[in-house]
């Protein structure tokens, strides 16, 4: 069953007066202006044992993402395509609000909203992931890791596992009598990637647009919007987050505020992987 | 196939006959259970939805209650007999998430800080699934808090915008869904004209969306007039009676 928060952090009256009265001239508590991300560093291969992984830091935000791969029976209905698996833990050392347990509701609805926008255009070409065609296909699990929570999470895992699965390399798989042994001393072949995705969530308080908010103004925001934007620039997912609304208008200027940080997202990620994958 | 099974006839019509703008037969009864608060059955062509209310009342465990602000909790759960293949009654990730986006959809229409420290719950039981079941489940919702007697700003209506063969096409249901190449859930206060719900599960042009969203606004329009007329039903009846 799902409830309303007690809402964390709370935030003295006073501040929230102050950041409102700068958002009213269009900046905020740490100097940005409304439209710009934190600083943004994306760390390919951090975890070497995994196929592939990422560590982004978005301000004091960091997300951990690890690429496992194995094999698996393929669903009835797709008998020759690959499984892709997005799972996310909010671990308790990533802020007082966690608590450890199963994936609770905040951690479920990233997990699927960062699937969809890889599933629905295809970012993962799953046709190429059969190996015995109806019987045997590669499961590739993308596991996101948060590891300090300083909002804005959902930006920062696309972010983390789009870098992890283009970095990453799959396992040699060799056949033999209808069996599928890995060899995993050999990594051979990068996961199909044939679309990269990036996630923008603007927040919406008292009618301002932010986007990339830290912690401390998601306790202001009456509601967060999440677009994901292929590198082709169509939407390939949405999801309205948080107790308030948007009005039709509203969203027209989000779709295009998160148009344009999209370029600025891609381009970081091309930067990150550029000369490290073919 | 995604995008390539035919779900739109030569003459422009859908598999099930509608046009591309039309939704399926709505059916809605407010009052259908006696132990509730308050509830609501919504029926859209085969999807069939129902939502009970409980509260105000005391919440267990105490130390969940606002002081300022009643909290409002939400379960949405499908039957095991709702589907094709039977669903495990145990909460599943999807479920998860809708329960949350459908008491987010619900939490700015309540009037909470009239009840502080207690719990209003809403179930919501899907007994049939056709696709649509999420935005027939909040707009059951909406029905059953009313009949609760909770003071709310406006009723919440919703519905499933899809993009089938490269039309948009409102009101989809389970076939649309599967081999449609996109699914645009949205809900809202129709007369502020705020977006309570929104989701996309699929792919769309910057422009396709804005086509969608007033496409998604019509129906809810529609889906309004029969919410108003259902809780007229009951409540002219009643004032006849008296």
Redesign the interface.
Known sequence: ????P?TFPIIPLVKKKSVMALLEKGKRLDGRSLNEYRPLSIELGYIPKAEGSALVRLGNTVVLVGIKTGIGSPFPDTPDEGILLVNAEFLPLASPSFEPGPPD??A??L??VVD?SLR??RAVDLSKLAIIPGKKVWEIWVDIYVLDHDGNLLDASMLAAMAALSSAKMPEAVVEDEEVKLNREKLKDPVPVKHRVVIVTVGKVDGHLIVDPTLEEESLLD?R?AIAV?DD????????????????DE??QA?EMA?ESSKMLHQELDKALKGKVK | MKGKTKLIKKDGTRLDGRKPDELRPVRMEVGVLKNADGSALVEMGRTKVIAAVYGPREIHPKHLTLPDRAILRCRYHMAPFSTTDRKSPAPSRREIELSKVIREGLESVVFTELYPRTTIDVFIEVLQADGGTRTAGITAASLALADAGIPMKDLVAGVAVGKVNGILVLDINEVEDEYGEADMPVAMMPSFGEITLLQLNGVLTPEEFEEALKLAEKGIRQLYEHQKEALRKKYSLQKEEV
């Open positions: 069953m799902s409830l309303t007690s509701e905040n479920t609805e997990a699927r969809r629905e255009i509601a919007l292929s620039g169509r939407i390939v997912g949405m999801q309205k987050m948080g107790m308030g609304t948007f009005t039709a969203v027209r779709i148009m």
